[in-house]
């Protein structure tokens, strides 16, 4: 399997921030990737592929253009403001009874942003281009013919809507390598099947008036889990693209039978709308012992998970969301890709 990664998701040091001279603590760190490549060596698979450069274009399909300016930009307009390179954080947020976008940048942090554990550091901007340009990459070559591609994202972009960061995301790689597809291949039909442990609300936002783009999610309950605000059964798409959209929200603690069961439902949706290329938004803090996950999913349910998928027998774009267990999360992906490689050679 072709497997696209960039060494610039460094530049995103989440594992070196001070916040008031403390250190601020987060599960997605650079060490995520460095676990996977040294999983990726040690099952053979030593070689990777550079992403190529595919500009703005891509990315300001799916975003707002004031919203990618602002991510460009913030971080050395805190520098200039405070007079010290520091971390971005918001102290404020725009909430559900204001409408009005500021024009000074701290009112724009809260705005742009629905959460606080996600800054925005001096290379944040860079890490998460590229990370983008890996999706489109990974999409090139499915175009090209490859059955399924990798593309090892950092950062990850599921929670990224067109103009709202959080949740770890910052530029929605997912949404990016979709429309990417569709202007490479017009007239195409993608379905998006996202099985993170918590809900791609961003990923959803994008589509969600779509009825060329089939969004299927399984994720953790939202009324007791992250994002909290998006994600019920009962969101179902609007205007042209309501019956385009489905959640089905599983309950912490939730098994393999019940995962696999559930997902058999997402799959007979995906089939059913036929579409010509996945995306495939996968995040391994569905696997029990994660640090952020919530499910009861063994290893073992992990690999039917992968293999029921690749069943599908379509052309996938697979995308690295979640998984922070940094003792486990190496292994967890090469065994959910092996099902990929051996649906290849079949």
Not at 214 to 243: I, K, M, N, T, V
Request: aromatic share 12%; glycine share 8%; net charge negative.
């Amino acid at each position: 399997m072709q497997i696209v990664y960039t060494d610039r998701h460094k530049l995103h040091n989440t594992d070196q921030v001070l916040l008031e001279g403390n250190p601020f603590i987060t599960d997605e760190v650079p060490q995520r990737v460095e676990v996977l490549l040294q999983a990726f060596s040690a099952a053979g698979w030593d070689s990777t592929l550079q992403p190529t450069d595919h500009g703005l274009g891509p990315i300001l399909d799916v975003h707002d253009s004031d919203y990618v300016d602002f991510l460009q930009t913030v971080y050395e307009k805190n520098k200039s403001y405070y007079q010290l390179a520091e971390p971005v954080f918001t102290w404020a947020f725009a909430t559900r009874y204001t409408g009005h976008k500021p024009k000074h940048f701290l009112g724009q942090l809260g705005y742009y942003a629905f959460g606080w554990g996600t800054p925005i550091l001096e290379g944040t901007w860079e890490a998460a281009y590229w990370s983008v340009q890996c999706a489109l990459t990974a999409a090139d070559h499915v175009l090209a013919g490859e059955p399924s591609v990798y593309a090892l994202c950092r950062p990850p972009g599921h929670h990224a809507a067109s103009d709202l960061y959080g949740g770890f995301c910052y530029v929605n790689n997912a949404a990016a390598a979709a429309r990417y597809v569709q202007t490479r291949q017009r007239g195409s039909r993608l379905a998006i099947l996202d099985i993170d442990f918590h809900h791609g609300n961003g990923t959803q936002s994008i589509f969600y008036t779509d009825p060329s783009v089939l969004y299927c999610s399984l994720h953790a309950d939202p009324d007791f889990e992250y994002p909290y605000y998006w994600g019920q059964a009962d969101e179902q798409g609007e205007g042209l693209g309501r019956g385009f959209n489905h959640n089905w929200p599983l309950p912490l603690g939730t098994n393999d039978k019940l995962y696999l069961d559930t997902l058999e439902q997402a799959l007979k949706t995906v089939r059913t709308f036929s579409p010509d290329v996945l995306v495939l938004s996968a995040g391994f803090d569905i696997v029990e012992g994660d640090t952020v996950g919530g499910f009861n999913i063994p290893q073992a349910g992990l690999s039917q998970i992968s293999e029921h998928i690749a069943q599908l027998k379509l052309p996938t774009i697979i995308l690295q969301e979640g998984g922070y267990n940094l003792e486990r999360l190496g292994q967890d992906v090469v065994l959910f890709l092996s099902h990929f490689i051996q649906s290849n050679r079949t």
